[in-house]
């Protein structure tokens, strides 16, 4: 069982930065893959980035690359998404998740979410 908490999310006007943090516990942390999902009222969930078990590769979707940066620090068993440049169609609640494949369809185990609101 890995069990995972998200922290940092809040308020901030559009243009501004916010750090989420995901702290796990449980399991050897380097044996999962970590990834961060949003999901914005009404709208489906989402993958925005994703970070390999050494936090060598990196992914993004298209609407955040460039914004948003995934690392991970294998030694504080924490993930981190660094947000700037934030919009309002950043808003949403933000999950972490982990899995122990790197292209899993579902991953194991989910956080409670953190919400993230952009203010025009």
């Known amino acids: 069982q890995v069990h995972l908490v998200e922290s940092g999310g809040g308020l901030v006007q559009a243009g501004g930065s916010l750090r989420l943090s995901c702290a796990a516990s449980g399991r050897t942390f380097s044996n999962y893959v970590m990834a961060w999902f949003r999901q914005a009222p009404g709208k489906e969930r989402e993958m925005v980035a994703r970070i390999n078990w050494s936090g060598s590769r990196t992914y993004y979707i298209d609407s955040v690359k460039g914004r948003f940066t995934i690392s991970r620090d294998n030694a504080k068993n924490t993930v981190y998404l660094q947000m700037n440049s934030l919009k309002p169609e950043d808003t949403a609640v933000y999950y972490c998740?982990?899995?122990?494949?790197?292209?899993?369809?579902?991953?194991?185990?989910w956080g409670q979410g953190t919400q993230v609101t952009v203010s025009s």
């Open positions: 998740a982990a899995d122990p494949n790197l292209l899993s369809s579902s991953y194991d185990y």
